[in-house]
């Protein structure tokens, strides 16, 4: 198909105006027939019906592809004899500077290829690839998403770096603000038991005190010598108490003797009593007397010798009445009475001194415990300003850390982003693909190749599986020039 004729000026004409219409052919100059149908583009043919180039892109249909791609380009460079030893072709495209594009649309041979190359030397191919089922994988992308991946790996670690130093440092304040709260706590229920102490009513205090320590329930002291003074004090009670259980035996024992009935002999009073009722050892102070002649004016009155005299006695005691001389018993107990009395008084006199000693010890311990709950505060006081101080530390250690992480994550952030402006940059246009039922005839081509998938974009093969994506315009810019 022929798309353009020399009319009968030498002007290069395109497709004919009419059918029939007549002009000269770029190649053999032989006369060329306009045909103008309904079904095919407007074309010129030979009159003869020969073809007079014998590449197979011209002697067959040109494609809609093949004319829009010349039509991007001046007339005068469209379809342009070339003649080269002899031979003669016609260019799709020859441009100012000599440069030759051949669109190429159908499958060509190596053969072929490396014919027109010898041929036109200076030149290009443009081939439709859009069935060339071809999967392209933008460079760009393929890298920005590994660095991407790796950036994303190396940010968590930078993170996880970080965050294991500040979780260290966050606990260790939580832990710190629990006793700072603990402490702050503790100080003021120890100040609160300084106030209670300071305005304690001693005379009060002293007096419970006692109180508790006579009642048993308080023995327990920050002084040694207060709870052996506590129990001392205690001690005394129970001697009292022991020693007027002996009184009241003692005078118990004097109302039994003066139970018993009077008996006087020569103006001495004594007491009658039953056998039974004398002590075998105390026979000396015992009498006996007949209870027939107990009435007469000279009644006969029996000492006991010895003790065995005395338990002769038993088996006749129902014929004697018994009798003592109550007077050493009654001067023993009524001596009793009077020494536990004086003794109970001695003890008053030391229960007194230690009751004093108690009070004394009491208003001491007072003062130690207000002494000692003083200093507690203050230590806690001076612990808590440690701990506070300790946290400020660690609060701008954590500070720094962030602000290290932060720094740290925005240098790897901007080193990110120039390599990616660096990718963008070297691999702009740049694709890796793959070629499915690939045609190897391209591979003996020595001359640049663009792809044209009809995406607007061209690509350029410039490696081993590796195109450059160009614009259309530029490039039609970089070959009008």
């Known amino acids: 198909m022929i798309t353009f004729a020399y009319d009968q000026n030498g002007e290069k004409i395109r497709q004919p105006s009419f059918s029939g ?92 290829i490396r014919e027109r190359e010898n041929f036109y030397k200076n030149m290009i191919w443009v081939v439709n690839a859009k069935n060339f089922n071809i999967t392209k994988k933008s460079e760009v992308k393929s890298s920005l998403r590994n660095v991407d991946d790796k950036t994303s790996y190396y940010l968590d670690e930078l993170q996880d770096y970080y965050a294991k130093e500040v979780e260290q440092i966050e606990n260790e304040l939580n832990i710190n603000k629990w006793e700072i709260d603990e402490m702050t706590s503790l100080i003021a229920d120890k100040i609160k038991t300084l106030f209670r102490l300071k305005k304690t009513n001693k005379e009060a205090y002293i007096a419970d005190e006692i109180k508790r320590v006579e009642n048993s329930s308080s023995l327990s002291s920050v002084f040694i010598e207060n709870i052996k003074i506590k129990k001392q004090y205690l001690q005394t009670f129970e001697n009292i108490k022991k020693l007027q259980n002996e009184i009241d035996s003692c005078e118990k024992e004097l109302l039994e003797i003066n139970k018993f009935k009077d008996f006087i002999i020569d103006n001495k009073t004594f007491k009658i009593v039953k056998y039974e009722q004398i002590s075998p050892q105390n026979f000396h102070v015992a009498r006996a007397i007949s209870k027939e002649n107990r009435n007469a004016l000279f009644p006969e009155i029996k000492e006991f010798k010895t003790e065995l005299n005395f338990r002769y006695f038993s088996a006749h005691k129902n014929k004697y009445d018994f009798f003592v001389d109550p007077t050493s018993k009654i001067n023993f107990c009524k001596d009793g009475i009077e020494d536990r009395k004086k003794s109970i008084e001695s003890i008053e006199h030391s229960q007194m001194m230690l009751k004093q000693s108690i009070a004394n010890e009491c208003e001491r311990e007072l003062k130690y415990k207000i002494e000692k709950i003083e200093k507690e505060i203050k230590n806690l006081n001076k612990e808590r300003s440690e701990l506070i101080s300790k946290n400020k530390i660690r609060e701008e250690q954590q500070a720094n850390i962030y602000e290290i992480r932060d720094k740290n994550i925005r240098e790897e952030k901007r080193k990110i982003n120039e390599n990616r402006f660096k990718i963008m940059r070297e691999k702009k246009g740049l694709y890796r693909f793959i070629w499915k039922h690939e045609r190897k005839s391209w591979k003996e081509a020595s001359k640049k190749i663009y792809l044209d998938f009809e995406d607007d974009y061209l690509y350029e093969l410039v490696g081993e599986r590796q195109l450059k994506r160009i614009e259309v315009i530029p490039f039609l810019e970089q070959y009008l020039k």
């Open 21 to 112: 219409q007549r002009a000269e052919c770029p190649i053999c100059k032989g006369t060329l027939i306009g045909k103008c149908g309904e079904i095919n583009v407007w074309h010129w043919a030979h009159e003869d019906g020969t073809e007079c180039d014998t590449w197979k892109e011209f002697q067959n249909k040109q494609t809609k592809w093949h004319l829009d791609w010349k039509a991007k380009f001046p007339l005068d460079w469209q379809e342009v004899r070339v003649e080269e030893d002899g031979k003669i072709h016609i260019a799709d495209i020859k441009t100012s500077s000599g440069l030759v594009i051949e669109f190429q649309n159908s499958s060509i041979s190596t053969f072929t």
